[in-house]
């Protein structure tokens, strides 16, 4: 089944205290469908300035990632600069940037509207439904969203939430929008504005599925070295859907699966700047990982 995603592309600068790069390959859809091409076929709508330069893109297109809905508008990329403290945790947005991305009208090609999975990137949510609105009738929508858009268009947040099957969010982004201070409490009342299921992103500490009244706990990958946490979530939401769109299958345990799946995606992110380890993965590394996972979470219970 073909995946749409429809976000941000970017140059980025960031520094860690392992280095520091300068224009490279950024934004939600770039870490998207990076991660997702691995499962499955990938669409994707996006705009970037006449200075970007295109050979970063070759890499996707050799993974089956179209980009008809790509628009390439007179000046420049959006670009974005962040510093990691030590405690990466900590990050400074250093500048932003939005430059052609301002006026981003995402327009989706006729023959994208048929696509079954959509994932609507971290974008403004009036353009979200925009989208959405072009499509046929997809069997699965999930989207991401930030605080920013929680405080700042919360109307036009509620319009777009109600018509997703799958939010992605942050412990504190419950909160924002529940009002409520515990967690699974806060979660029902967001499920209530729409989505059957919810995604709480919670950083070294893994990732949490909520599929109506069933829980499941993906731990983070335990790594030596961690890089640079840029694009960390959107990995996760990349191969979580590229695998949910590659198997067709929206069964609990393929549900689970996929979490474990987008987990090892966004461990292999952060272990290099940018998308450079996403450019040279191979499957059969990430499934050796999914099976690290397994190892890693298992236990008999024969006894109770």
């Known amino acids: 089944m073909n995946l749409l995603i429809v976000g941000s592309l970017s140059l980025d600068t960031v520094e860690t205290p392992y280095g520091k790069v300068e224009d490279v390959l950024g934004g939600s859809t770039a870490y998207v469908s990076a991660a997702a091409s691995y499962f499955a076929p990938v669409r994707i709508v996006g705009i970037v300035g006449d200075d970007f330069p295109m050979a970063e893109f070759e890499f996707l297109k050799a993974r089956n990632v179209d980009f008809a809905g790509l628009v390439v508008e007179k000046g420049k990329t959006f670009r974005w600069g962040g510093r990691y403290h030590k405690n990466m945790n900590i990050r400074d947005t250093l500048f932003t940037e939005l430059n052609v991305f301002e006026n981003f009208n995402p327009v989706v090609p006729p023959e994208y509207a048929d696509s079954e999975y959509v994932f609507l990137a971290n974008i403004q949510p009036d353009l979200q439904l925009h989208v959405l609105e072009q499509m046929k009738k997809p069997k699965f929508v999930a989207m991401d969203t930030m605080n920013f858009w929680i405080s700042g268009m919360p109307k036009d947040l509620e319009k777009i939430i109600s018509?997703?099957?799958?939010?992605?969010?942050?412990?504190?982004?419950?909160?924002?929008?529940?009002?409520?201070?515990?967690?699974?409490?806060?979660?029902?009342?967001?499920?209530?504005?729409?989505?059957?299921?919810?995604?709480?992103?919670?950083?070294?500490?893994?990732?949490?599925?909520?599929?109506?009244?069933?829980?499941?706990?993906?731990?983070?990958?335990?790594?030596?070295?961690?890089?640079?946490?840029?694009?960390?979530?959107?990995?996760?939401?990349?191969?979580?859907?590229?695998?949910?769109?590659?198997?067709?299958?929206?069964?609990?345990?393929?549900?689970?699966?996929?979490?474990?799946?987008?987990?090892?995606?966004?461990?292999?992110?952060?272990?290099?700047?940018?998308?450079?380890?996403?450019?040279?993965?191979?499957?059969?590394?990430?499934?050796?990982?999914?099976?690290?996972?397994?190892?890693?979470?298992?236990?008999?219970?024969?006894?109770?």
């Open 163 to 304: 018509k997703v099957d799958l939010l992605i969010v942050n412990d504190q982004e419950i909160q924002e929008l529940s009002g409520e201070d515990n967690l699974f409490v806060g979660a029902r009342k967001v499920q209530a504005m729409g989505p059957d299921m919810l995604i709480v992103k919670k950083g070294e500490h893994g990732a949490l599925l909520i599929n109506k009244e069933s829980y499941f706990q993906a731990p983070a990958f335990p790594l030596e070295q961690l890089k640079d946490p840029t694009g960390a979530g959107d990995s996760f939401a990349g191969g979580f859907m590229g695998y949910l769109a590659g198997t067709d299958d929206l069964s609990e345990m393929n549900l689970r699966r996929a979490v474990i799946y987008g987990s090892a995606l966004a461990s292999f992110c952060v272990e290099d700047f940018s998308l450079e380890n996403l450019k040279q993965l191979k499957l059969a590394d990430i499934r050796k990982r999914f099976a690290k996972f397994h190892e890693m979470t298992h236990f008999d219970a024969s006894n109770i």
